[in-house]
């Protein structure tokens, strides 16, 4: 008769047990569990001597075998776990900083809270203006190929317009093929898109958004900058339509005593085209250093969408006609609250940020 090699199983698993409970780290574990439950452990040898058992009595001393080492595991797993918050309770009374010597007078009380930008609070009023008008709000990528930029835009490569705009190119694809985008007008070529795809005309919508030029910083540029540009595409369209949407504009966001004009100007994606422009609301009208005492402000352009805008797009001119306009959130956020430099916006002074929370 063969001795069962299981037969010290019972204390073997007490003596494991027992083990385990005493481990007091996490290193002291990984360095335990190769003869716990690893090649060398007194359960991989118990399973090595099953061989030498009849087939019958081999199937029960496996599954004894296995429920055992099941067990096992699972009290090595828990004492992982224990180990584990237990190391990590002790980093953190380790981190922990005793603040019992600080003067309770040099914290500011109550703590301050972050808020929006005022860029971003004014694009928000602008929205709601806007859609009160009957807009709609979208959005476009910033980085843009050439043909959704200038080419879509009535701006062919080496067309002497594209030089007004001081333009940042992208190393991607072919050379001067990327830019950021130096407008947000490449927005209305996705909607237009989009509209004719779809079948969606008219289009009433607003599209604000970063933008990007090479400009030098002074009190009314900066190179990074925020627009909003608007387009209408309807039946029976006119410059008349485009003149009365500025006007609501003005006098909806800066209130009735400021003023509007607009003045003939060149854009090659609209025509006719025109600048607008409201009264300087730093000197009110008087002339000062932001308005180059002119005593009038540029807000942007505007104009009647050219037809070869329209056509490529695919949409038929001789049907629906346009306009569009885009102006600087930046400038708007200046122009409202007073601020004479409109570097202020990023220079990150607590002082000037702070007056708008």
């Given at each position: 008769?063969?001795?069962?090699?299981?037969g010290?199983?019972h204390?073997?698993?007490?003596?494991l047990?027992?083990?385990?409970?005493?481990?007091?780290?996490?290193d002291?574990?990984?360095e335990?569990?190769?003869f716990?439950?690893g090649k060398?452990?007194v359960?991989?040898?118990?399973?090595k001597s099953?061989?030498a058992?009849?087939?019958e009595a081999?199937?029960?001393a496996g599954a004894q075998l296995?429920a055992a080492?099941r067990?096992?595991e699972d009290?090595l797993?828990?004492r992982?776990?224990?180990?584990?918050g237990?190391?990590?309770s002790?980093?953190?009374e380790a981190?922990?900083?005793?603040?019992?010597?600080?003067?309770v007078?040099?914290?500011r009380w109550?703590?301050?809270?972050?808020h929006a930008?005022?860029?971003?609070s004014t694009?928000r009023?602008?929205?709601?203006?806007?859609?009160?008008m009957?807009f709609t709000?979208a959005?476009?990528p910033e980085v843009?190929s050439?043909?959704y930029?200038f080419?879509?835009?009535?701006?062919p490569p080496?067309?002497?317009?594209?030089g007004?705009?001081d333009t940042f190119?992208?190393?991607?694809g072919?050379?001067e093929?990327v830019?950021l985008?130096?407008?947000?007008?490449?927005?209305?070529?996705h909607l237009?898109?989009?509209?004719v795809k779809?079948?969606?005309?008219?289009i009433?919508?607003?599209?604000?958004g970063?933008?990007?030029?090479?400009?030098t910083p002074?009190?009314?540029?900066?190179?990074?900058?925020?627009?909003i540009?608007?387009?209408v595409?309807d039946r029976g369209?006119?410059?008349a339509?485009?003149?009365?949407v500025?006007?609501?504009f003005?006098?909806?966001?800066f209130?009735?005593?400021?003023s509007?004009?607009l003045?003939?100007a060149?854009?090659p994606?609209?025509?006719p085209?025109?600048?607008?422009?409201v009264?300087?609301?730093?000197?009110?009208?008087?002339?000062?250093?932001?308005?180059?005492?002119t005593?009038w402000?540029?807000?942007g352009?505007?104009?009647?969408l050219?037809?070869a805008?329209?056509?490529?797009?695919?949409?038929d001119?001789d049907?629906w006609s346009?306009f569009?306009?885009?102006?600087g959130i930046d400038?708007c956020?200046?122009?409202r609250h007073?601020?004479?430099?409109?570097r202020?916006?990023v220079?990150?002074d607590?002082r000037f940020?702070?007056q708008?929370?």
């Open positions: 008769m063969t001795t069962s090699p299981l010290n199983l204390k073997e698993i007490a003596q047990q027992a083990t385990i409970e005493s481990l007091g780290s996490i002291a574990l990984v335990a569990e190769p716990i439950t060398r452990s359960l991989s040898t118990m399973q099953l061989g058992l009849e087939p081999r199937r029960d296995q080492r067990q096992v009290w797993a828990r992982r776990e224990v180990l584990a237990l190391a990590r002790a980093q953190l981190d922990r900083l005793d603040l019992g010597d600080v003067v007078s040099s914290v109550p703590a301050s809270t972050g930008s005022l860029v971003a694009q009023e602008l929205e709601d203006v806007f859609v009160a009957g709000v959005d476009g843009e050439d043909w930029n080419e879509a835009l009535n701006m080496a067309h002497p317009a594209r007004m705009w190119y992208v190393e991607l072919e050379p093929t830019v985008r130096t407008h947000t007008s490449p927005t209305q070529i237009m898109e989009s509209a779809n079948s969606t005309l008219p009433h919508s607003v599209m604000p970063r933008c990007f030029r090479r400009d002074d009190a009314r540029h900066l190179a990074t900058f925020h627009q540009e608007g387009l595409v369209i006119t410059f339509d485009l003149a009365g500025i006007e609501t003005t006098r909806a966001y209130g009735p005593d400021i509007s004009r003045r003939p060149y854009f994606f609209t025509e085209s025109a600048e607008f422009e009264t300087c609301t730093i000197c009110h009208g008087e002339g000062c250093r932001t308005c180059s005492h005593g402000i540029e807000l352009g505007c104009g009647v050219d037809p805008v329209l056509s490529a797009v695919g949409i001119g049907v346009g569009a306009f885009g102006f400038r956020a200046q122009m007073q601020i004479a430099d409109m202020a916006l220079e990150n607590v940020l702070e708008f929370s």
